[in-house]
C-alpha cells in the first residue's frame, strides 16, 4: 500500500471519523424515529379502530334497541287479540325503513290458554317498499318450519340474552337473495322464559358505510361473532367471500391472522404488525377491535410505508444537511491542510537532511503556528544538542573502552593470581582438588588458592572480601599475598590468620573486612586443621553420604587487631570430600519465586552428587544455582572441593 502524504491523511482522520458518527448518529436517530412512529401508529390505529367500530355498532343500537324495548313490555303486557300484535309489528316497520321483518313468538299456551303456538310477523313485500306483508309463523306453508328450533329463538332461550346471528343469505325481494342477519331478544314472564322479540335487517347498508370508511390506503373489514368476512374492499371480494379469518389464516399458513382471530373469540382488541403480503401490501399494519353491541369484529389494514412516511422524510432531511456540512467543511479542512503542510514540509526535507548526517541543517522561522513554530526552533536546537551529544558521546565511549580495557586487565591479573592448572598436582594420588570462581562483575572479591607447606601438607584457603568491584579485588590481592608470606611451615593455621588479621586491620579506614575458611590437610593421614574465621560452614561429606558442617572458630578477619582465631581439627577418611563455598552460592535469589537458594537445597543437591569428580561437583553446584537465578548472578560464587582418594 503507498504511503499516503499527511495532508491526505489529515484530511481522511477528520473527514472519515465525522462521517462515520454522523452516519451513526442519523442511523440511530433513525432507529428512534421508527420505533416512535411504531409507537405513534399503534395508537392511532387502537383510536382509529375505536371511532371506526362504534361508527359501525351505531348502526346495530338502534335497531337492536327495538326488540328489546317489545321484549320489556311484553314481558309486563299482555295483548288480548292477534290483530294487536300485527299493528304493533307494522308500526315497528312503519317507523325502521331499514328492517326487513319484524316478528314475535311464544312458548306453548303463553299467547293464550288453549292455544298452543303463536309467532306473529310483518315483513316487506320488496325490501326498501312501504309494502307490508302479516303472517303467523306456525301457519308457513312449509311443513317442515319450526320457528322454535330456529337459532334466532333456540339461542336465547338457551342462553337468555339477546344475540345476533350469522350473517346469512335470506328472501327479501322474492325475486333474489340478500345478505341479512337477525337480532333477537328474550322475553321473561315471572322468571320464566315466555318467547322472543326479532327483527331482520338487511347489510348492504354496512358495506357501503365500510365503503365509506376507507381510503386510498387503508382497508377495513367487517367479521361476523364467529369470524367470517361480512364486508371486504370490492377487490378482495371475490376470494374472501364465504370464508372466514381462521380459514383464510390456513390458506395462508399465517399463525399471525390466527391468533387475531382467537384474541377476536375472547373480545380482545390489538394492534400487529403482519409480514406476508396481504391486500397487495408487502408490510402492512392490522388493528383490530371488537363492536360491543352486535359483538361482530372490525379489522383495519394500513400500509407500512405510511407508517413510517415521516421516518424516511426525516431521513432525507438529515442526509441533505449531512452532504452539505460535509461539503463546507471538506473546503474548510483540505485548505487547512494545505496551510499546515507546507512548514511540515520544510520540517521533512530538514529530518531527510539530518539522517543523512547534515549536523548542520536547520529549519528557520515558521510563522503559521506557534506549536509548528516551537517545533522548528526545537528542531534547530536539537540539532545543536545533537552534535554536542554525539561529540561527548564519542568521548565517553573511548573512556569507556580505556576503562573496560583497565579492567579487562584487571581481571586477567586478578585471574592470575589463581591457580589455573587442574588437576594441580597430578603426581599427588592421594587427593582430588579442584576449584572455580566466577565473578559478578569483571573482577571479584572472592578468591581461593592452595599450595604445600610442607612436603605432605596442603594449605589451602577460600575467602570472600566485603563488597564488589575495584576495592575488593585490591583487598583480595592483598589478603591472597598476605596468606601466603605468612604460611611458613612452622606456623599453624591460627597464628598465620592472626598475623593476617593484624596486617589487614591496620589504617583499615572503609572497614573492609574477610571472610575465609584457611587448612592444613596432611595428604598421608587425612587430618585437617582449619581455621573458620565468620565463613560459610564448609561441608565434610562421609563416604556414607553423612554430612558435617565446619563451624565458625573465629570472627570476621580485619575488623580488630586484636583478635584470636582458634583452629579445630577433623579427619578426612578415604572417599570423604571436602566442600567450601562463599554466600554467592546459598544467596543466589529467584525473582521468579522471590526466594533464595539456601542451604537445604545445597545440602539436597551435595547428597545427590557426593559420587561425582571434585571437578564435577564444582560445576553441578554453580550452574544448579545459576539456573535457579534464572542467570541474573548477584554476587561472586567460589568453590573449592578436596576428595580424600581411597588408595587401598
Known amino acids: 500500500m503507498p504511503h499516503l502524504s499527511i495532508r491526505t491523511l489529515?484530511?481522511?482522520?477528520i473527514l472519515l471519523p465525522l462521517s462515520l458518527v454522523y452516519a451513526l448518529s442519523v442511523m440511530i436517530e433513525t432507529r428512534l424515529n421508527r420505533d416512535e412512529a411504531i409507537n405513534g401508529?399503534?395508537?392511532?390505529?387502537?383510536?382509529?379502530?375505536?371511532?371506526?367500530?362504534?361508527?359501525v355498532d351505531g348502526h346495530f343500537a338502534?335497531?337492536?334497541?327495538?326488540?328489546?324495548?317489545?321484549?320489556?313490555?311484553l314481558s309486563t303486557a299482555?295483548?288480548?287479540?292477534?290483530?294487536?300484535?300485527?299493528d304493533i309489528l307494522r308500526g315497528i316497520l312503519e317507523g325502521s325503513p331499514r328492517l326487513l321483518c319484524a316478528s314475535i313468538a311464544f312458548e306453548p299456551n303463553e299467547f293464550q290458554e288453549g292455544i298452543e303456538r303463536f309467532a306473529p310477523s310483518v315483513y316487506r313485500a320488496v325490501a326498501g317498499c312501504t309494502e307490508l306483508v302479516y303472517e303467523d309463523l306456525n301457519d308457513s306453508p312449509d311443513e317442515n318450519y319450526d320457528?322454535?328450533?330456529?337459532?334466532?329463538?333456540?339461542?336465547?332461550?338457551?342462553?337468555?340474552?339477546?344475540?345476533?346471528?350469522?350473517?346469512?343469505?335470506g328472501v327479501a325481494t322474492w325475486d333474489k337473495l340478500v345478505m341479512m342477519c337477525t337480532y333477537s331478544a328474550p322475553i321473561f314472564r315471572e322468571g320464566r322464559f315466555a318467547g322472543v322479540a326479532m327483527i331482520d335487517i338487511c347489510l348492504n347498508e354496512l358495506q357501503n358505510i365500510m365503503s365509506h370508511l376507507a381510503s386510498e390506503d387503508v382497508s377495513y373489514y367487517l367479521l361476523s361473532e364467529s369470524g367470517m368476512f361480512i364486508t371486504v374492499p370490492e377487490s378482495e371480494a371475490e376470494h374472501l367471500r364465504n370464508e372466514t379469518i381462521f380459514s383464510f389464516a390456513d390458506t395462508h399458513q399465517s399463525d399471525q391472522l390466527r391468533k387475531i382471530g382467537n384474541n377476536l373469540l375472547q373480545g380482545k382488541s390489538g394492534v400487529m404488525r403482519y409480514n406476508k403480503v396481504l391486500n397487495d401490501q408487502r408490510q402492512v399494519w392490522l388493528a383490530y377491535a371488537p363492536l360491543p353491541i352486535s359483538h361482530w369484529n372490525m379489522i383495519t389494514v394500513i400500509p407500512e410505508s405510511q407508517v413510517l412516511a415521516p421516518v424516511r422524510e426525516r431521513l432525507y432531511r438529515s442526509i441533505y444537511r449531512f452532504l452539505l456540512a460535509l461539503a463546507v467543511l471538506s473546503t474548510l479542512i483540505i485548505v487547512v491542510a494545505w496551510r499546515m503542510t507546507?512548514?511540515?514540509?520544510?520540517?521533512?526535507?530538514?529530518?531527510?537532511?539530518?539522517?543523512?548526517g547534515d549536523l548542520d541543517a536547520h529549519v528557520g522561522d515558521i510563522r503559521l503556528a506557534r506549536e509548528i513554530d516551537q517545533l522548528a526552533h526545537a528542531f534547530d536546537k536539537m540539532v545543536v544538542d545533537l552534535k554536542s551529544n554525539i561529540e561527548q558521546r564519542i568521548k565517553?565511549?573511548?573512556?569507556?573502552?580505556?576503562?573496560?580495557?583497565?579492567?579487562?586487565?584487571?581481571?586477567?591479573?586478578?585471574?592470575?593470581?589463581?591457580?589455573?592448572?587442574?588437576?594441580?598436582?597430578?603426581e599427588r594420588k592421594e587427593f582430588d582438588l579442584h576449584a572455580m570462581n566466577e565473578p559478578v562483575a569483571f573482577i571479584a572479591g572472592d578468591f581461593f588458592d592452595y599450595f604445600f607447606v610442607k612436603p605432605d601438607t596442603l594449605a589451602f584457603v577460600i575467602a570472600d572480601v566485603s563488597g564488589h568491584g575495584i576495592p575488593a579485588s585490591l583487598f583480595m590481592a592483598v589478603s591472597r599475598t598476605a596468606i601466603r608470606t605468612f604460611a611458613a611451615p612452622e606456623h599453624s593455621p591460627h597464628e598465620i590468620i592472626e598475623q593476617l588479621n593484624k596486617v589487614l586491620s591496620a589504617d583499615n579506614d572503609d572497614m573492609m573486612f574477610v571472610t575465609l575458611f584457611y587448612g592444613h590437610y596432611d595428604v598421608k593421614t587425612g587430618e585437617l586443621t582449619y581455621v573458620n574465621a565468620g565463613h560459610n560452614p564448609p561441608y565434610i561429606v562421609r563416604k556414607d553420604g553423612q554430612l558435617e558442617k565446619l563451624r565458625a572458630t573465629g570472627s570476621l578477619v580485619a575488623t580488630f587487631e586484636e583478635i584470636a582465631f582458634k583452629e579445630q581439627t577433623v579427619c578426612l577418611e578415604s572417599g570423604d570430600i571436602l566442600i567450601a563455598y562463599t554466600d554467592g552460592v546459598t544467596e543466589a535469589y529467584s525473582s521468579r519465586d522471590k526466594t533464595l537458594y539456601g542451604e537445604e537445597r545445597l545440602e539436597r543437591?551435595?547428597?545427590?552428587?557426593?559420587?561425582?569428580?571434585?571437578?564435577?561437583?564444582?560445576?553441578?553446584?554453580?550452574?544448579?544455582?545459576?539456573?535457579?537465578?534464572?542467570?541474573?548472578?548477584?554476587?561472586?560464587i567460589t568453590l573449592l572441593v578436596l576428595r580424600r582418594n581411597d588408595m587401598a
Open 10 to 13: 489529515l484530511i481522511l482522520s
Open 41 to 55: 401508529v399503534e395508537l392511532r390505529l387502537e383510536e382509529l379502530i375505536s371511532k371506526r367500530a362504534a361508527r
Open 62 to 73: 338502534a335497531a337492536a334497541q327495538i326488540p328489546k324495548t317489545l321484549a320489556d313490555m
Open 78 to 86: 299482555r295483548l288480548q287479540s292477534e290483530k294487536d300484535y300485527e
Open 147 to 169: 320457528y322454535m328450533q330456529r337459532d334466532w329463538y333456540r339461542l336465547p332461550k338457551e342462553t337468555g340474552r339477546s344475540a345476533w346471528s350469522e350473517p346469512y343469505l
Open 342 to 356: 507546507i512548514p511540515i514540509k520544510r520540517l521533512a526535507t530538514f529530518a531527510r537532511k539530518l539522517s543523512a
Open 396 to 426: 565517553m565511549e573511548a573512556d569507556r573502552q580505556v576503562a573496560e580495557g583497565e579492567l579487562q586487565a584487571a581481571r586477567r591479573i586478578q585471574a592470575s593470581l589463581l591457580p589455573r592448572i587442574f588437576p594441580p598436582f597430578p
Open 605 to 636: 543437591l551435595i547428597g545427590e552428587i557426593r559420587v561425582e569428580s571434585a571437578e564435577r561437583i564444582c560445576d553441578l553446584i554453580y550452574h544448579d544455582a545459576d539456573n535457579f537465578a534464572r542467570h541474573e548472578q548477584q554476587d561472586d
